[in-house]
């Protein structure tokens, strides 16, 4: 059984930083494509970066030059760190990981979520 473990949220200032984590279990880490999505009080839940098994990646514009997604395949954990953080920042941030959706940013594409960790960023 998947299980996806995500920790590391918390309140910051504008313009801090956080880094956040998804330790994975129940799969062969490594063979899955991994996300973050994040999701604001009364929004949708939005893609916010995607790590392919071969390295790849692919940002939202919104985190583009802010935020790096890395992995540590010897500790089958993900990573998002965030840089220059803004209020709009805010969210619930959730870590996703699928067989079959390469780098996408799609929340259609993934069948297994973690719980959630949430980010507040005060101006």
């Known amino acids: 059984q998947v299980s996806l473990v995500e920790s590391g949220g918390g309140s910051v200032q504008a313009g801090g930083s956080l880094r956040l984590s998804c330790v994975a279990s129940?799969?062969?880490?490594?063979?899955?494509?991994m996300a973050w999505f994040r999701q604001a009080p009364g929004k949708e839940r939005e893609g916010v970066a995607a790590?392919?098994?071969?390295?790849?990646?692919n940002y939202a514009d919104f985190v583009k030059g802010r935020f790096t997604i890395s992995e540590d395949n010897a500790k089958n954990t993900l990573y998002l760190q965030m840089n220059s953080l803004k209020p709009e920042d805010t969210a619930m941030y959730y870590c996703?990981?699928?067989?079959?959706?390469?780098?996408?940013?799609?929340?259609?594409?993934?069948?297994?979520w973690g719980q959630g960790t949430q980010v507040t960023v005060s101006s």
């Open positions: 129940g799969f062969s880490y490594g063979t899955y494509c």
């Open positions: 790590l392919d098994t071969d390295g790849s990646t």
């Open positions: 996703a990981a699928d067989l079959t959706s390469p780098v996408s940013l799609k929340e259609s594409e993934y069948d297994n």
